[in-house]
């Protein structure tokens, strides 16, 4: 199992702690350090500023960022990024109050290890308080005490909550908006003008300022100064201790070399009133810390003022500290923070140190370890400095080192800043107190710079020295430029060779071989220093190649091979010109050149070659002509060179193609030039022919179409070739831009005169109504509250028209956002809510017309459950059901009820009312002796609310038996059947008796007898004179009996 280790390093930036979290780096590997850490700041409350720090380590430390007295993880107050560009990692702290001044640490981590630096925030609290003494009346018994509001007054808001509680009060609403109220009773009873107060603060002149813009009601009223409620003497003259200046209504007060003892409460008083108040108190924000370090290495003691101060006090025991050899003291451009660094500490440096500023002290102890020191052999790193390893190429290059220190130690070389690793070309070995490096047959690119690093947990130290690999160079660089041609001589020059091996260039080899022969004639060897040559030695006429070699101690580089070089010949003479061209003949004409190389010049050799293809044909062999071999239409190209006694030299640059045609008259104007078609980017034109006349005006081959803006001067051509077509399109236009617009003939003898429209043109499309374009569009639209609400309107309309959005009849709230195009228009609400609900009017119009559109919005969310349900049984067989409306009924105009029913013998819920907007309903067909549930549910258009559940409805239908319909008395004929019926009711069911003359039918098989859901029957089958008597039905249960009776009277059937 692996140890976790926490080795402590120090940096070489002062004040970075470093833990190896690791017992021994692998090769490559470092651990996290900083190349620059955050410095201090002060700033005004109200603003923002940055921590920017550089890190170091491989493989790349994660920053973080973090504070003493909180957290930083809101994202409205800090912000961390990393600039690639400058490699920096920045804390960016916003708005800033006085709550964040706090010491803030950064930390660097890898997987080897954590570095760690704090630097300190300081806000200068925001604008003075600027009070007036009031004389208050007599406190009356119950009253608050006056001296809460002056102190409230005078007092930073963090203590508010301190001071009330010390006078009892603990309504701090109420405080708040009395404090507010009696301040602007003072403001309005000052009568002096106090602003663009400035906060005290150190000049770079060691003077601490604070000043202040004031109007004085009277002029001669006095202006004191108090320190700590104690008047402090002050002059007009600026060498004083404390001085004040005066420019108008401008007042500077000065405090010279501010000291310690200078700190506290300062108060401006005009006569009675007091019109500033200041705090110069000092407080150590970041106090010094307990500091640990190695014999002979440097301790540093570092603290952070809540004030600017030119010096604080560092002591030891009970001696001062001055600046000098032992000890520096140092203070930051702001004043803030104070340094001690003790030099080349000792064991007896060793003890308590005191940081004193005022009345405020800070300590911190100082330990000294003895000394185990990390040294190298200086004299043999400065000789491998000094002096490079110089080989040649293929020989073998080594270092050996020795040097001793303290293990573990990391010994890395490097070659070109790549960390060099065994391989078959490097060796490396290394024992405790040596370390050789041999590289194996080293070529040129080899060289470079070549170092050794060596580390231990106490430093890190390197030494250099240089690889110089040397070797033949490489071949001269062309192009080899001909500086001179003539008759007798030949000069030409080319550029050193890219690597000279190593050595200087010590002479150029030069070679010659004749145009057509194979032998190469040596012509010797010239300096170095001068890459050219002239060679004098050449016939008229001929043509030379030459090579050329560069010579160093080290060898003879490869040949740079030149051109064939003409010695005597001509130059090309100027590019020839067209003087006419007819459909069977061209005329040129060309200046002679400048170069006759020598000699006289003798003719011209004239070439043509056929537009398309690459063969140049001989014209002529005797100078300016006419070219007759030609074909009408083709289009050819010309080139000329001069023949002196040497012979033709280069052809010219070949002249512009020109056609084998003959002239032509330009063509005349388009006729009937119109406007097809335009919207706001583009038109289309069409256009007739121009008319041909014979002599004047020749057909037109091709057509130009130029626009101008209205607030321009020129015209733009939108075709940069003729077309042949008699319509265009123009592109690219402005929307709703002016233009005025012209098209112009050509043919092979010009452009012809432009033809223009007599009035400007618009971009911009026919005039269209507007009109909406989907049919479908919802005129009700239901968003849940907190939901984008995003209507997109499409319409079609020319030219683009003014869109206008209503709510209820009134310009829509400014959350909502409106986007318009030529093409639709959108409305968008982020966030909705309840109040945006209402009926959105889109109105579209130009100068065609107008149309609109309206859309309902409901904003509305799940609605809340209605109250208890509450039930009442007052007629039988119902039950009304009564609840308390939703809280979202006043809101919601759309919302009603729903109630569903459940009963103990279906046990399944259905509903038997919907679309309920009142908070009753009465339930029928209630059946005895079942058991039923009741739900309420409000409803709205996002649907259905949690239920509301009635209690069980289980009523006790306890009843004595009784007669609903009692018997009736009845006649039947005989020989038919006889029924009667009654119906009865009771709880429990009553058991049922039928008697006839008081003889029970029950066991009677000759009557049918029945008794369904309390509807008593009794039928006779066929009645005879034996049925005629008293009828009974006795009904009986626990609680009582019930009887009723009837007559039958039976009559006989008469035939007819």
Known sequence: MATAVAIKKRSRVPGVMITQTVEQLPPGKSTPDFTRKPIAVTVQ??????????????PAPTVTWGRNKGEIDDPEKYK????????????EIIN???DQADTYKCFATNEYGKAVCTTTLNVIAGDVVVTRKKQLPPQKEGEIDPKLWELLISAPKKDYEKICLEFGVTDFRWMLKRLNQMKKERADEQAKQLENVKQIEVKPNGKAEFGFDMQLWDPNSAVNLYKDGVMVPYADDENSKHSLRKKGTNYIFSIKDPQPEDAGFYQVDVEEANVLTTDFRVEFVDKIKDAKAVESEDAVFQCVLSTPLNRITWSREDSSLEHGDKYEITV??????????VKDCEIADKGAYYAIAGIASSRASLMVEGGTFFFFLITFLLFIYLFPVIIKAGENAEWKLPFSGQAPMTIQWYKNDDELLPALNVKIETSDSESQLRLIKCQRKDSGEVKIKIKNEFGTTEAISKLIVLDKPTPPQGPVDIMESAVTSVEFKWKPPKDNGGCPIANYIIERQQVGRNKWTSLGEI???SPSFKDSDVDPGRRYCYRIRAKTAEGISDYLQTEDIPAGYPGPPAVPKVVSAFKDCINLAWSPPCDTGGTKIVGYNLEKNKKGTNYWSLVNQKGPITVKDVFEGAAYEFRVSAVNLSGAGDPSIPCDTVIARDPMKPPGKVTDLKLTSSNYTTFSLAWTKPKEVQGVEDEAQGYYVEIRPIESLEWTRCNTTPITLTSYTVLGLKAMATYWVRVIATNYGGDGEPQSFDNYIIAMPPPVKPKFKDRNMKTFVVVKSGNTVRLNINFEASPMPEIFWLKDGIPVPKH????????????????SERTDTGIYTITVKNMVGQESFNVEIRVTDDPKPPGPVELEQNIPGTVTLSWTPSPDEKRDDRLHYMVSKRDSFKRTWRTVADNLFNNKFTVVNILPGRQYHFRVFAKNDMGLSPHSESPIKHRIFDSPPSFIVPLKRRTAPQGYECYMSCAIKGDPAPRVTWYWNNISLNTNTNYHITNVCGVCSLLILRVGPKDNGEYKVAIQNKLGTAESSMMLNVRGIHKV
């Open 45 to 58: 409350e109200g603003k923002k500023t940055f921590f920017k720090a550089m890190v170091s380590g491989e």
């Open 816 to 831: 909502v956002t409106i986007t318009n195009s030529d093409k639709g228009s959108q409305l968008l609400i982020p966030t």
């Open 96 to 98: 800033i109050n006085p």
């Open 527 to 529: 300096p170095g220093n």
């Open 332 to 341: 930051s451009e702001d004043k803030l923070t104070h340094t001690l660094r």
């Open 80 to 91: 961390t990024r990393y600039d690639e560009r400058a490699r920096e990692h920045i804390l």
